[in-house]
T-cell receptor, first 111, second 114 residues
Framework: DTAVSQTPKYLVTQMGNDKSIKCEQN?????MYWYKQDSKKFLKIMFS???????INETVPNRFSPKSPDKAHLNLHINSLELGDSAVYFC??????????FGPGTRLTVL | GENVEQHPSTLSVQEGDSAVIKCTYS??????FPWYKQELGKRPQLIID?????GEKKDQRIAVTLNKTAKHFSLHITETQPEDSAVYFC?????????????FGTGTRLTIIP
């Protein structure tokens, strides 16, 4: 009965590699988000999709590319990983600008 | 864009005492103010929220107050318990983005001393 799920939970990779994180929600929500939480615990929005359409795109390097194949899924692909990309990435979803439900997070470590 | 400041960054209180966390926001158009609790290694979870048409909201030991004129809002936790230990985030959102874009404060690490 998991509401918002993410895979993988942990991701350790070398600089320069390309990696993807997947997110799925079974709440029937129309809107999904990607957040980045850095080592100081700052939580910052990266992207938001509403019904597969990009509605929020913060100043994120274009090495980050979200993709929403349908409204229940929002994936994040990162090219040419850098040390500064190390963080916990949270997916979230909401309906009608209500409560945002977060996934369990993906801890990305770039070596 | 919106800017949310949160204070204090760390807070330690004796079990049973009250804790207060304060936030200020910059955009007077913001009208939705949720509070999230994040336990160690876990996901943020909503604990209470308030919209700009009310000044106060309470849910058991937790209350939030909003002063629109001063553009600040506060979280109050009474009769604190060890399980209240966590990082708390305030946030604000703006109807221009359909209330979907949350700008978070920098977080308050609350420690309850048994």
């Amino acid at each position: 009965d998991t509401a918002v799920s993410q895979t993988p939970k942990y991701l350790v990779t070398q600089m320069g590699n390309d990696k993807s994180i997947k997110c799925e929600q079974n709440l029937g929500h129309d809107t999904m988000y990607w957040y980045k939480q850095d080592s100081k615990k700052f939580l910052k929005i990266m992207f938001s999709y509403n019904n597969k359409e990009l509605i929020i795109n913060e100043t994120v390097p274009n090495r980050f590319s979200p993709k929403s194949p349908d409204k229940a899924h929002l994936n994040l692909h990162i090219n040419s990983l850098e040390l500064g990309d190390s963080a916990v990435y949270f997916c979230a979803s909401s309906q009608d600008a209500g409560e945002q439900f977060f996934g369990p997070g993906t801890r990305l470590t770039v070596l | 864009g919106e800017n949310v400041e949160q204070h204090p960054s760390t807070l330690s209180v004796q079990e049973g005492d009250s804790a207060v966390i304060k936030c200020t926001y910059s955009d007077s158009a913001s009208n939705y103010f949720p509070w999230y609790k994040q336990e160690l290694g876990k996901r943020p979870q909503l604990i209470i929220d308030i919209r700009s048409n009310v000044g106060e909201k309470k849910d058991q030991r937790i209350a939030v107050t909003l002063n629109k004129t001063a553009k600040h809002f506060s979280l109050h936790i009474t009769e604190t318990q060890p399980e209240d230990s966590a990082v708390y985030f305030c946030a604000a959102s703006n109807p221009n983005f359909g209330n979907e874009k949350l700008t978070f404060g920098t977080g308050t690490r609350l420690t309850i001393i048994p």
